[in-house]
């Protein structure tokens, strides 16, 4: 049976790379995006589907899944891509406002989806969500960055992003403790050179890809939750 497969942010970066690789492995990939015509063209150009999906809003979420559920009536995978970078300027810059602009769509925009497409995700035999996180969400690597350069070479300060992605591991080990039959889990895929870091990354997007299509692509029994990169496991 096809994998039906929904991936957040995949007009462009990780996103488009991961919905590549997963439509090459057999999947049925919906495309998800928040401009209708940047997500067109990039489903056309990969052969997915494409899905409205504004991450940041209630109700495009709602239509969403809305769609999903007419047109194939279950997802297999969820993978929770959409994210922003957020303000890099010093941590005692920075109020409240500037975090929430972050978490609404790191960590509020996966909290829409999960809950929007958690019934159509119950209808699959093996469902699994990817959250995808980052290193620089790991309380542990963050509370010593130069023991753990192995996992981490550009570790960076970044209250915001930092933060929202600490709060999207903590997601992934809630839900995946909350409802035990879906597969949770977080993929770090490492310093990836795309729009969100001004292609400043020390890896391409095949590279970074790699971990969440692995993730995607689990066999039955893989730990949830689990946070994981290239490598392996990422510390919590």
Same mark, same amino acid.
């Given at each position: 049976?096809?994998?039906?497969?929904?991936?957040?942010?995949?007009?462009?970066?990780?996103?488009?790379?991961?919905?590549?690789?997963?439509?090459?492995?057999?999947?049925?990939?919906?495309?998800?995006?928040?401009?209708?015509?940047?997500?067109?063209?990039?489903?056309?150009?990969?052969?997915?589907?494409?899905? !409205?999906?504004?991450? #940041?809003?209630? /109700?495009?979420? %709602? @239509?969403?899944? +809305?769609?999903?559920? *007419?047109? =194939?009536?279950?997802?297999?995978?969820?993978?929770?891509?959409?994210?922003?970078?957020?303000?890099?300027?010093?941590?005692?810059?920075?109020?409240?406002?500037?975090?929430?602009?972050?978490?609404?769509?790191?960590?509020?925009?996966?909290?829409?989806?999960?809950?929007?497409?958690?019934?159509?995700?119950?209808?699959?035999?093996?469902?699994?969500?990817?959250?995808?996180?980052?290193? !620089?969400?790991?309380? #542990?690597?963050? /509370?010593?960055? %130069? @023991?753990?350069? +192995?996992?981490?070479? *550009?570790? =960076?300060?970044?209250?915001?992003?930092?933060?929202?992605?600490?709060?999207?591991?903590?997601?992934?080990?809630?839900?995946?403790?909350?409802?035990?039959?879906?597969?949770?889990?977080?993929?770090?895929?490492?310093?990836?050179?795309?729009?969100?870091?001004?292609?400043?990354?020390?890896?391409?997007?095949?590279?970074?890809?790699?971990?969440?299509?692995?993730?995607?692509?689990?066999?039955?029994?893989?730990?949830?939750?689990?946070?994981?990169? %290239?490598?392996?496991?990422?510390?919590?």
């Amino acid at each position: 049976m096809t994998s039906i497969t929904v991936i957040t942010g995949a007009n462009k970066g990780l996103g488009f790379e991961t919905a590549r690789r997963l439509i090459a492995a057999g999947h049925t990939v919906y495309a998800g995006a928040r401009h209708a015509h940047r997500g067109e063209l990039a489903a056309h150009a990969l052969g997915a589907r494409p899905l !409205l999906i504004d991450v #940041t809003d209630e /109700a495009s979420v %709602a @239509a969403a899944a +809305d769609q999903v559920r *007419a047109e =194939a009536g279950r997802v297999d995978v969820l993978v929770n891509n959409a994210g922003i970078a957020g303000p890099a300027a010093p941590a005692g810059e920075l109020n409240a406002t500037d975090l929430q602009q972050v978490f609404d769509t790191n960590v509020f925009g996966a909290v829409r989806t999960t809950r929007a497409f958690l019934s159509l995700l119950q209808q699959a035999a093996r469902p699994a969500i990817v959250n995808v996180s980052s290193a !620089l969400g790991s309380l #542990t690597i963050n /509370a010593d960055p %130069a @023991a753990h350069s +192995d996992l981490l070479p *550009a570790w =960076a300060p970044l209250l915001a992003y930092n933060s929202s992605k600490a709060a999207l591991n903590m997601l992934t080990v809630v839900y995946a403790q909350s409802l035990p039959q879906i597969s949770v889990v977080s993929v770090d895929p490492g310093f990836t050179a795309t729009d969100l870091n001004g292609h400043q990354g020390t890896q391409s997007v095949e590279e970074g890809a790699a971990a969440i299509v692995t993730a995607a692509t689990a066999a039955p029994g893989t730990p949830s939750p689990a946070f994981v990169g %290239a490598t392996g496991p990422v510390p919590w």
